[in-house]
């Protein structure tokens, strides 16, 4: 309860802009698919000490489960237990509208010119690291079932059904979870 | 451009898959692409993939800049506007509306059993995308080797994403991967 307590001290002191520059900053760094998880966790539990990486990987799993954009779910979720609907609209507000509007630019430019073969070869590299940094955050999340053999297995099982087996996500995920 | 009804077509069917794409928007891309290219006519195969590629290279949100560069083709920028709130507008409110839920509930006991149930699976899917997004990007021994460094410092230090990026984009930019 004291880790409730001290969450809910602080949910009264984050201030909205300080929610706002987050998630900007989760949005402009998450680079490709999935990024978006490792700087959300670097950022709200790591950095700023928002949340627990109990509570990070419930709120991403919740996203997981639901559809639309899984990403920007972490930013209403966050938003919303920091500082309740305000909190959700100042991160999403973060999330979105400054990344979108420079985005959408840069590709309406992009689009109208040829791909240069050096932006290519950055865009391999930084792809590379990405799927590293997708890995390690998969597994940091993880860590806290790491004592429950039950809890590997159906990781391990969800991670080679999809990665090996190439099942559609939906049917390893409802599948899966009433197992349990 | 086109009659004035394509943007609400467009609008309203975006709004449609993002409440049902289950596992995240590019489940339902393919559905997309059929709308655009082959329903309406909109554009061709290669300008959806072209703009495919160009969302999934520039930082931020890539599925709603993706669909906004489509509302864009099809409607200038109300257009790009419109499909973006249709990407995300659903989902985010069920999301918010499922939080508030989970919330209230935390410390029932059936949300233990969902945590115990949930989490490993969903974290055995965020790993699988990471392989799933390695073999794609990881056309030779060396970019193996990125990878494979940047999850082993991201598990044993704290050092910024921000900096393999960052190495991982030199590497790559001076022909060395």
Sequence with gaps: ?180 | MTDPSAPIALTAHLALVSSISFGGFPTVLPDVRNFVVVTHGWMTNQEFANIFAMAQSIPGPNMILMMGLLGWKVWGFPGAVASAFATFGPPCTMYFTAYRLWDRFRDAPWQRIVRLGLVPVIMGLVIASGTVMARAADTSWRAIAVTIGAAAITLATRLSPMWMLLVGGALGGLGLL
């Design chain 1, 1 to 180: 309860m004291t880790e409730v307590a001290q969450h809910q001290e602080m949910a009264r002191t984050v201030p909205l802009s300080a929610l706002f520059t987050a998630f900007l900053a989760v949005s402009l760094f998450g680079v490709g698919g999935g990024g978006g998880i490792v700087w959300a966790r670097r950022i709200a539990v790591e950095t700023r000490g928002w949340i627990s990486d109990r509570e990070f990987a419930d709120i991403v799993s919740l996203c997981q489960f639901m559809p639309g954009p899984n990403i920007v779910g972490i930013a209403v979720c966050v938003g919303a237990k920091m500082r309740g609907t305000i909190g959700t609209m100042a991160a999403l507000a973060g999330f979105l509208v400054i990344p979108w509007s420079l985005g959408l630019a840069l590709g309406l430019l992009c689009l109208e010119y040829a791909h240069l073969p050096v932006l290519r070869n950055i865009l391999g590299g930084i792809a590379a690291t990405a799927a590293g940094l997708l890995l390690a955050t998969g597994v940091r999340l993880l860590l806290p079932h790491r004592r429950r053999p039950a809890a590997l297995v159906f990781a391990a099982l969800s991670f080679g059904l999809i990665a090996f087996g190439g099942l559609p996500l939906l049917v390893v995920l409802f599948g899966l979870v009433p197992l349990r």
